[in-house]
């Protein structure tokens, strides 16, 4: 109810949700909003012009941009959040386990994801490609790998400081399970951070897919996807560069919606941010208010 309240009051969380939302419904549902076939081929219209039929015009096979833009929805952003709730999903438990048992446990979870990190995210990648070959599910593979031993370090970090707060000791003390602990006290507190560090990797993950695919090691043609839609249209940017402006608007405007949102469910979410928003926007209250009744201010 809070989240909502503070998405009611904050227009620009409240635009992102909106242009979030409809981007992942008319990406579940391409085949309704798509006027065209996305790989249909049709030299008549090789690089024609927007008309009514073809809201944002042709490429250089003649294929309705605004249906692949449609249907590029879905590489792009539904299997990347697929991938990111696997990749929150195998670092949450490794993370709950380790922060809340430490000990052994937690050096032995600590050290493989250190090992993990060790690697940078893009040599990862590359080299997942290197062995499996390119193609999207290869990229996404490559995700999961890069990703969850990061999301098993934050929230284990998150885990451990409420896993000493006094009503866990006190729930050990009386006998209550581990297990039940977890579920009743820890994983609750910890829904916000994870939520919060989801959305932020959420935008990162779609601009490093759009890049891999943009160097031509993601999804391969015909299948429509943004990156490779800006890589096909970079031979006539200079002649035609209303082809490379729809996917590169679309990547801009969805990642920006994401960042927003981010930023939103941040401050929504964390009450020393909450605090201190209030704080100073109650002091630019009182500066405002002592003007106009002539008093200086300091």
Not at 177 to 197: F, G, Y
Not at 266 to 271: E, N, R, S, T, Y
Request: proline fraction near 4%; aromatic fraction near 10%; include cysteine.
């Amino acid at each position: 109810m809070k989240l909502l309240k503070h998405m009611w009051k904050d227009k620009l969380a409240g635009v992102s949700l909106f242009i979030i939302a409809t981007t992942l419904v008319v990406g579940i549902f391409a085949p309704l909003f798509a006027p065209h076939d996305p790989d249909e081929v049709n030299m008549e219209l090789r690089f024609a012009s927007s008309s009514w039929e073809y809201l944002l015009g042709n490429d250089h096979l003649g294929r309705c941009i605004l249906s692949r833009l449609i249907y590029g929805i879905r590489p792009s952003v539904l299997w990347v959040l697929v991938v990111l709730a696997i990749s929150v999903g195998i670092g949450a438990i490794l993370g709950f386990i380790a922060g809340y048992f430490k000990g052994k446990t937690d050096a032995v979870v600590m050290r493989i994801c250190d090992v993990m990190l060790s690697f940078p995210g893009y040599v990862m990648t590359l080299a997942v490609i290197g062995i499996l070959g390119v193609g999207l599910e290869n990229i996404l593979i490559a995700f999961v790998l890069m990703k969850w031993a990061w999301f098993a370090r934050i929230i284990r970090t998150s885990v451990m400081q409420y896993a000493e707060a006094d009503y866990v000791r006190f729930s050990k003390a009386i006998g209550v399970s581990n297990i039940k602990i977890m579920l009743k006290h820890i994983i609750p507190v910890s829904l916000p951070d994870i939520a919060v560090i989801s959305s932020s990797s959420f935008g990162s993950m779609i601009l490093q897919l759009s890049g891999f695919s943009f160097l031509g090691l993601g999804i391969q043609a015909p299948k429509a996807e943004w990156g490779m839609m800006l890589n096909e249209a970079r031979e006539v940017m200079f002649s035609r560069p209303e082809l490379m402006l729809a996917p590169g608007l679309t990547i801009v405007i969805v990642v920006s919606a994401i960042n927003f949102l981010s930023d939103s469910l941040q401050v929504a979410l964390d009450p020393k941010l909450m605090s201190s928003q209030y704080n100073k926007r109650y002091g630019q209250t009182l500066v405002v208010a002592a003007k106009l009744q002539g008093k200086e201010v300091a």
